[in-house]
């Protein structure tokens, strides 16, 4: 498998592999053979859609995944996501029933050589955004967030107020089987606050870790979307300071974070580059997108290209060269364009030229430094 290959001046092999993530045949427009022919693009991150949190997932449906996948000339280079059932969250009684079928899942995706499992540890929704397809000046479509619109949200009334569907494309994070129990689901959550979900967090980890460390998977847990607390809902993945109490309170090397540009960059008092240094060696995996700051609480997500929103992707991905990252990255939301009919944020056009751009900027690294 030919991965891109970057040196740093002292001779330290770095190895940064590009990948998209995909949604499976049945839900994504987008297809392994096109993946297949955008430049530098090697692998993919996917996971087992129609399982449940909290259920084991079959061996025989993860060998027709990966054997799918490397039909196709790629390879599956980690699971996004393997989703945390909701007791194990709250600190629920029968979590350890849960915990244990999570175990099970792991055992199974190491015995086949998958290592990277992208996660995370939200209450209810995966994301939040208040508009699907916010029309810009040059005619593309982005995601979009306002607080004050999403202020204005019933949550229990959700499924009235935002399609759980959008170009008949379902949606993470918005599964209509999970809305269709939110009232019982907020409930279940209206003790839990930032401290409780923690130590809930802490607990989980501490009982997988020993299976992550046997099979040297890297557990990548995914920042708050966005980072910030929304409907009342406690939200712990936001700041450097939080990062960083994650990756110590449980000591291994497999406890680790999925670098999202996107979510962190939501919340414009976190500096993405300076958050970056100071997780070296905890990064597991990075999602690099861009996104344009309105005013506090509202931003629209943008195309890759610094000068498109109001991040500086030149030097975020300069700081993920200059600690020596060597995980898997991939461009995450693009805009929809040139007529593109897809699942919002993941369509094939943006995201391939995001791939394009972020590859350009890694061959410039190489060469300069």
């Known amino acids: 498998m030919r991965l891109l290959h ?3 001046k002292k001779g330290k092999k770095i190895i940064m592999e590009m990948t998209l993530r995909w949604f499976g045949k049945e839900a994504d427009s987008v297809t392994l053979e096109q993946i297949r022919q955008i430049p530098g693009v090697t ?8 399982t449940m949190p909290g259920e084991v997932w079959p061996l025989e449906r993860i060998k027709e995944m990966k054997a799918e996948v490397e039909a196709a000339g790629l390879r599956v280079a980690g699971i996004e996501s393997v ?3 909701d007791s194990i969250k709250v600190g629920a009684p029968d979590r350890d029933k849960y915990i244990a079928n999570y175990i099970t899942t792991l055992e199974r995706l190491g015995q086949e050589g998958i290592d990277v499992v992208c996660y995370n540890f939200m209450p209810v929704f995966d994301w939040t955004r208040s508009d699907l397809a916010k029309v810009r000046p040059d005619g593309s479509t982005v995601l979009s967030y306002d607080q004050e619109l999403v202020d ?5 009334n959700l499924l009235s107020s935002m399609d759980s569907k959008a170009n008949g494309f379902m949606l993470p ?3 209509p089987e999970r809305m269709a129990k939110i009232k019982e689901l907020f409930e279940l959550y209206k003790d839990v606050d930032n401290e409780k979900l923690f130590n809930n967090l802490k607990y989980f980890l501490e009982a997988i870790m020993p299976t992550c460390e046997k099979y040297n998977i890297k557990m990548a847990i995914h920042p708050d979307d966005p980072s910030w607390p929304v409907f009342g809902l406690p939200r712990i993945m936001t700041c450097k300071e939080n990062l960083l109490r994650l990756v110590t309170m ?3 090397p497999c406890n680790g974070v999925t670098l999202c540009t996107g979510s962190l960059g939501s919340n414009m008092n976190n500096d993405i580059p300076d958050i970056i ?5 905890k990064i597991h995996f990075a999602h690099v997108r861009n996104i344009k700051h309105i005013a506090p609480g509202k931003f629209d997500e943008a195309a890759h290209l610094s000068s498109d929103g109001s991040l500086d992707m030149y030097e975020i991905m300069k700081a993920l060269y200059e600690i020596g990252f060597k995980g898997i990255v991939r461009p995450d939301h693009g805009r929809m364009i040139w007529g593109e009919v897809a699942m919002p944020g993941y369509g094939l056009y943006d995201r391939a030229l995001g791939v394009a751009y972020l590859n350009g900027i890694l061959e ?3 060469k300069q430094l």
């Open 6 to 8: 970057l040196w740093l």
């Open 152 to 156: 204005k949200i019933n949550p229990e």
């Open 250 to 252: 449980v000591d291994s």
């Open 277 to 281: 240094r100071a997780l070296k060696g």
């Open 83 to 85: 989703n945390i059932h």
């Open 364 to 366: 410039s690294l190489r």
């Open 43 to 50: 692998g993919v991150v996917t996971t087992l859609y129609d």
């Open 173 to 175: 994070g918005w599964e």
